[in-house]
């Protein structure tokens, strides 16, 4: 489905009616069009002839009218300035996915999502936005709304000491565009945040314009960001590229742990680069486990590898992370002896933050 008729499906009951309201001012002015005092036989004459012309008309004025509203509200401007609207009133929301050690099963990061809810469409997929943006020119903008958002969410976790981290998403246009470096430093330093406390995941949605990247990595790399290459094994990223561009890492794409059971190739593939990863010492994180048996198997060839899935928590929002919903406990009990302080966080449907507060309810329940 187009940009146009994604927007503008919800509207097409209203170009209707303003093409019934165009006949309807054509009838009308057809019907007053008869001069008064003419005899009755000529003036219904009269006046079918009077009505049909100014009837088609005004149809042909509400059509013309309704496609100017279609190409002003839901062309390609239309949609800019829906997305510009988005990120201003934040519709354009983070949400986050543990991402977990395989060896240990401890949270050591979270991915960083983009959610947008529309007020008349509801929720838009993040690849369909994403995309939008892009074909709109708003794409730069949209990733640093992102970054902004998500070390707002997140500042207080990555501050603290520990190796705890974020991935967000950019994508290749991202690193080409010389101000996003600048940009990714000035906003880190102005959160207080180290660099080393971000990956960056570059999409492989889009390939690069340079021929060479190496020397854009390069900058994020000596700056102290990690780089990471996404969803490896099905866009633009081969083996070539990560001999020579330097990167930090790479995250299997999902489609390869979902296949790997029921598919020889698929586990010959996975099997290769974990042996891969292993000798270039760049680390690996495998997204897309759902089940214990998914676990179990990367677990058993990879157990350096990171992993990230439903299995280990749904994105959810911030506060229900259990690195924030631990602290939030914490401080909950900390305000007043007995009596926590505020509404107890809510986990909603990230598991480890469940677990996470029921840990630290035990003990209101025994001092009160």
């Not at 190496?214 to 290459?229: D, S």
């Not at 099905?234 to 330097?246: I, P, R, V």
Request: glycine share 8%.
């Amino acid at each position: 489905m187009t940009i146009s008729h994604r927007f503008m499906r919800p509207c097409l009951p209203y170009f209707l009616l303003l093409i019934l309201a165009g006949v309807v001012v054509g009838v009308t002015i057809g019907a007053s069009s008869l001069p008064p005092g003419a005899p009755v036989v000529d003036a219904t004459a009269q006046r079918a002839g009077d009505v049909l012309l100014p009837a088609l008309a005004g149809a042909f004025g509400g059509v013309l009218l309704s496609l100017l509203l279609y190409r002003w509200s839901g062309g390609a401007p239309g949609v800019r300035r829906r997305i510009k609207r988005a990120i201003r009133r934040g519709h354009i929301h983070m949400v986050y996915q543990p991402l977990v050690n395989m060896s240990s099963g401890h949270e050591v990061g979270v991915e960083a999502l983009a959610r947008w809810t529309h007020e008349t469409l509801g929720a838009i997929a993040p690849e369909t936005f994403f995309a939008w943006a892009e074909t709109t020119g708003l794409g730069r903008q949209l990733t640093r709304h992102v970054v902004r958002a998500t070390l707002t969410d997140l500042c207080v976790a990555l501050r603290e000491p520990g190796n705890f981290y974020c991935s967000i998403n950019v994508t290749p246009r991202d690193i080409e565009d010389i101000s996003f470096a600048r940009f990714m430093l000035e906003t880190t330093r102005e959160f207080g945040i180290s660099p080393d406390r971000i990956v960056l995941e570059i999409t492989e949605s889009l390939a690069f314009v340079v021929d060479d990247p190496r020397t854009l990595i390069a900058q994020y790399l000596h700056a102290g960001f990690r780089v990471v290459i996404d969803d490896f094994g099905t866009g633009y990223a081969n083996l070539s590229n990560l001999l020579t561009w330097g990167v930090s890492g790479l995250k299997l794409d999902r489609t390869l742990i979902r296949w790997v059971s029921a598919n020889e190739w698929a586990a010959t593939v996975l099997e290769s680069v974990f042996e891969m990863t292993r000798r270039m010492n760049i680390y690996i994180i495998v997204e897309g486990i759902e089940t214990e048996e998914q676990a179990r198997y990367v677990l058993e060839r990879a157990p350096e590898a990171t992993g990230q899935g439903w299995l280990y928590g749904r994105p959810c929002r911030a506060e229900l992370l259990p690195v924030l919903a631990s602290r939030a406990a914490d401080a909950s009990l900390d305000e007043s002896v007995g009596t926590p302080a505020g509404t107890p966080v809510t986990p909603g449907f990230c598991p480890a933050a469940l677990a996470a507060t029921q840990r630290h309810r035990a003990p209101t329940g025994h001092v009160a």
